[in-house]
């Protein structure tokens, strides 16, 4: 605390701030709110020659405590931000854009409908064009409310069939609703940025229509143009569309192959492999183990039994084949110093068997392979299955036992 | 009522006033061109003053407002603070009489110039701004832009000078760049040789005309008393007349942005009592409430410590010889005495004697007072002994918990008032507009604080700090007895410590740094820091200056020693 007795406007203000950030950190929003009332006289002198002016941060003040006080109700909220817009004319965009989002957090969607259309009236000459990005993301939101509309007038249409003429205003609707979202959604996806739910969106409205082409442009133009932020997302809903209209299996290795090298980890990475595992071209296969490895190689699959699967699958495969042992030798060679304590721990073992029997059998049969009949995870494992007696673990000993040799030849 | 032409209608004489100041006939209800001259008897309570002519003058204008001189808002401003401090228990005496007289010596040294002047001549200095190229054709008249630019006060109200460019082109109406008839001359004028009045000065008349008549209020308590509200100052133009407009410039003279600063206040009532060449001051006898004597009492109760302490007080007061009249009676002009702030005296006198007494080097006060503690336990009889320690403790608590206060109530400092104020009549709507969006936020926020804002401004008290010798909770130290750290030599009582520290070996030259000695925090021990700090919120001053006040004591009090001895150190021998 100062022990100053001087005071100025100024100072005096800059203090009751750093009150109100500090009420506002312990979550108090009463006394929050108290310094806030003292604070606000700043706007009578608002010069802001510095970056962030009082009438920002009142703004920005004001809707947390708003949001977060017990006692507030959304008519004072509002009352609050119809006050903020007025306040500063190169902000007034982004005072409505937030406004509808907050409308919208509390399901509010026709309120923020309005907003966003009142917003997209606004003129002001000078500041409507530099203002010009706040404006394309009210036309965006407005959008997809469009959307969320149509949406909701197809399921209406598709639940009740074709009664008759009371459903022609509805379809004439959803058709308006449609146009009108089609084109702010075209909008906004032009310009390079994320825009994932707007995507999914528009492609939705394509598809719905038959236009197949521009959806896949989009998808493609969302994928692959440069000019937009990498983004896992993007080759996903491709993958997906190709999946959706049957595309080859060649295509859709294509989309998932850059998902591989961006998301390692990501859940399609099993549908990945098990494409590539039944590839007839040695490279998928190839590429099919090596995307199985690096999945497995996060702690969140290290209980998948499905990934575990498409693994110990694969490895089978090429013992019993013999063929091309060298691919898992590659593989194990990053992996042998870290793997064992990582998924093959005797406490792994003992918790894997307890909780999930499958999913220690599938591992057995990675572990068996690549550390042999005595490391402690099989050992183990294959103990408990086979004093159970269940089938299978059995039947893995007797296979581990006798491909030991590989063993032998991977891990020198 | 002294007019006594016959009507030029009736013949008779019969006169009464119009609300705009010109006479009319009773009788005949015919109106004059003749105006009153006058000072508004509104702005000044005392009849006898001295009239400022002011000549033919428009009493209304299209917004119902009147001419007025800057020097007549400030004659209100010291009125209603003057009414306010006779509130507080001043003397009427200092209203009526002393502050007026002052005044009117003021403005009789520093208006010469005015007076000579006629009042055409300064409203066409206004209509500069009216047009662009009686700039050009008279050079030497500065623009507004220049004016704006010329004041100390902070940036502010210089950012909003884009007003004084687009008014050029406006209507020719006087009011566009003041209120004030004289506004703009104000600014522009070097005031430097005639003292111009300002806010803060109105401050310094106050504390002269206290000073003068002896009152009961030191500087300190004056300040704080119009941080806190009690007196006007901060938006003080709410209580002018609704006809006299502030707009423009009058907001550069009239408007506070920042407390009043001691130092400011003080100095510049040294200059006004140069200025205005006045003798002597009534003479601070030892039963003023002024003398360290005096005031020294006073601190120690709010300071809480033992009334005992007033006996070593005295006595360093005494042996320094700081009580005596000659010392502490201000005599304006004599450059050869130092000038003496009371209540920084008195803190500092305290100082030293706590120094006397602890020591305060962060060990020997806290042996004291557990050999203090000691002693207590086989003092069955008569008082207790003054324990340091428990003392501390005691006076941290408050003094923490006061502060933090303190410090709430600067973040929580309103400066605006119901009444707004704009530059020009351009910017009115504008400002209007934002008041009553504050005044709905305040509200609304208001109203989710929980507790509705407390509109009354505390009591006014001369005593931050009360002790109450009725608490059982011991925690008064009034009575206290310092028996329990002084020792008996040669029949009489002196303290048990033997040792002093100074605050520093040679005082600086103030002339060169503006300091007698510099505070810098980190050196001196936390107990004398402590001690400052208590001193300092009760003055509201920094600490810097009772330590300052501490070395010239210091250095008066071990003079001799410090001749003989020139050595580097710190600690001497009393």
């Not at chain 1, 192959?257 to 190839?286: A, G, W």
């Not at chain 2, 100095?267 to 006045?278: P, S, T």
């Not at chain 2, 969006?437 to 509705?452: A, P």
């Not at chain 2, 033997?498 to 103030?510: A, G, I």
Request: hydrophobic residues 35%; aromatic residues 12%; proline residues 3%.
């Amino acid at each position: 605390s100062s022990h100053e007795h001087k005071l100025n406007f100024k100072k005096s203000k800059e203090v009751c701030l750093s009150y109100i950030q500090d009420a506002m950190l312990q979550k108090q929003w009463k006394r929050a709110a108290e310094f806030l009332t003292f604070y606000v006289e700043s706007l009578e002198k608002d010069f802001s020659t510095e970056y962030m002016g009082p009438s920002e941060m009142i703004w920005r003040i004001g809707t947390e405590i708003l949001c977060h006080h017990s006692h507030s109700s959304m008519k004072e909220f509002n009352s609050f931000i119809e006050q903020m817009k007025t306040l500063g004319v190169k902000r007034y965009l982004k005072v409505c854009l937030e406004h509808a989002f907050h409308l919208l957090c509390n399901g509010l969607i026709d309120e923020a409908y309005q907003n966003l259309s009142l917003a997209e009236s606004w003129r002001f000459g000078e500041q409507t064009v530099i203002q010009d990005k706040e404006m394309k993301l009210i036309q965006a939101y407005r959008g997809l409310l469009d959307y969320y509309s149509w949406s909701k007038q197809k399921n209406i249409l598709l639940e009740h069939g074709h009664d008759g003429f009371e459903d022609l205003s509805v379809e004439q609707e959803m058709h308006s609703c449609f146009r009108k979202a089609a084109v702010n959604l075209k909008e906004i996806i032009k310009i390079p940025g994320v825009w994932d739910l707007f995507v999914k969106c528009y492609v939705d409205l394509l598809e719905f229509y038959g236009d197949h082409n521009e959806a896949r442009q989009v998808l493609n133009e969302y994928a692959y143009n440069s000019k937009f932020p990498a983004n896992p997302n993007a080759h996903v809903y491709l993958y997906q569309f190709l999946k959706r209209h049957g595309e080859s299996k060649k295509s859709l290795i294509s989309a998932l192959k850059i998902l591989h090298d961006i998301v390692p980890s990501h859940e399609l990475m099993i549908d990945f492999n098990t494409m590539l595992q039944k590839s007839k071209k040695r490279k998928k296969r190839r590429l099919g183990l090596e995307v199985i490895f690096a999945a497995l190689d996060y702690a969140g699959w290290k209980e998948n039994v499905k990934a575990w699967n498409c693994l110990a699958r694969q490895m089978k495969q090429i013992v019993i084949s013999g063929k091309h042992l060298d691919w898992i030798k590659q593989e194990w060679n990053s992996r042998k110093d870290w793997w064992p304590a990582f998924h093959f721990s005797r406490y792994l073992a003992k918790r894997n068997w307890q909780e999930n029997e499958s999913l220690s059998y599938e591992k057995a049969v990675v572990a068996g392979i690549l550390l042999g009949k005595d490391c402690k995870y099989f050992k183990y494992i294959s103990h408990q299955g086979c004093k159970a007696q269940v089938k299978r673990f059995r039947m893995l000993k007797k296979f581990v036992n006798k491909h030991n040799p590989v063993y032998l030849r991977i891990s020198g | 009522r002294d007019f006594n032409e016959r009507c030029a209608q009736c013949s008779e004489v019969n006169w009464g006033l119009t609300d705009g100041g010109r006479f009319y006939c009773r009788s005949c209800h015919n109106v004059t061109e003749r105006t009153r001259e006058v000072v508004n008897t509104d702005f000044i309570s005392n009849t006898r003053v001295q009239t400022i002519s002011k000549g033919l003058r428009k009493q209304e204008q299209n917004d119902g407002g009147c001419e007025w001189y800057v020097c007549e808002g400030f004659q209100l401003v010291l009125k209603k603070q003057a009414e306010a401090l006779e509130a507080l228990g001043v003397c009427p005496q200092m209203k009526d009489e002393i502050l007026c007289n002052f005044w009117r010596r003021y403005l009789q040294k520093s208006k010469q110039a005015y007076c000579n002047r006629p009042a055409g001549e300064t409203v066409k200095t206004l209509s500069v701004c009216d047009s662009s190229t009686d700039v050009e054709s008279e050079p030497e008249r500065p623009s507004l832009l220049h004016l704006l630019s010329l004041s100390e006060s902070e940036g502010d109200l210089q950012t909003d000078c884009s007003f004084a460019s687009s008014t050029s082109k406006v209507s020719e109406s006087t009011s566009v760049c003041s209120g004030s008839v004289d506004g703009s001359l104000y600014l522009m004028k070097n005031q430097k040789e005639k003292l111009r009045m300002t806010m803060p000065m109105t401050l310094s008349f106050c504390y002269m005309a206290l000073l003068w008549l002896r009152e009961p209020m030191t500087l300190s308590d004056l300040l704080r008393f119009v941080v806190e509200g009690h007196i006007p100052y901060l938006n003080v133009f709410k209580h002018f007349p609704e006809k006299m407009k502030l707009c423009g410039l009058d907001l550069k003279i009239f408007c506070v942005e920042s407390w009043p600063v001691y130092e400011e206040v003080y100095n510049k009532m040294l200059e006004l009592a140069v200025f205005l060449d006045l003798p002597r001051f009534p003479d601070i006898t030892d039963s003023c409430f002024l003398h360290p004597d005096m005031l020294c009492m006073k601190y120690l109760m709010e300071a809480n410590l033992p009334d005992e302490l007033h006996n070593w007080t005295c006595r360093v007061v005494k042996k320094i010889c700081i009580g005596e009249v000659d010392f502490l009676t201000l005599v304006p002009g004599n450059k050869s005495s130092r000038k003496v702030k009371y209540d920084v005296l008195a803190a500092a006198v305290i100082v030293v004697a706590l120094k006397l007494l602890f020591l305060l080097d962060d060990h020997y006060e806290w042996l004291l007072s557990d050999f203090a503690e000691e002693r207590n336990k086989n003092n069955k009889e008569g008082g207790p002994y003054f324990e340091f320690k428990k003392w501390y403790k005691v006076i941290k608590c408050s003094l923490d918990v006061e502060q933090k206060k303190l410090d709430e109530e600067r973040a929580k400092y309103l400066w605006r008032c119901e009444k707004p104020l704009f530059y020009s009549a351009r910017k009115k709507s504008k400002v209007l507009k934002r008041r009553q969006m504050v005044v709905n936020l305040q509200n609304q926020f208001g109203k989710l604080s929980g507790s509705l804002r407390p509109a009354e401004k505390p009591n006014p008290s001369s005593f931050q700090l009360s002790w109450s010798e009725e608490n059982t909770d011991g925690s008064c130290f009034h009575g206290h007895s310092l028996k329990g750290i002084l020792q008996e030599k040669c029949g009489l009582l002196t303290a048990m410590n033997p040792d002093y520290w100074l605050c520093t070996v040679r005082l600086c030259t103030e002339k060169l740094c503006g300091h007698l000695a510099h505070y810098r925090g980190v050196d001196f021990p936390q107990s004398y820091h402590f001690v400052l700090r208590l001193f300092s919120f009760l003055l509201r001053i920094q600490p810097s200056y009772i330590h300052d006040e501490v070395c010239v004591i210091e250095h008066k009090l071990f003079h001799k020693k410090l001749c003989k001895k020139r050595k580097h150190n710190p600690g001497l021998r009393k």
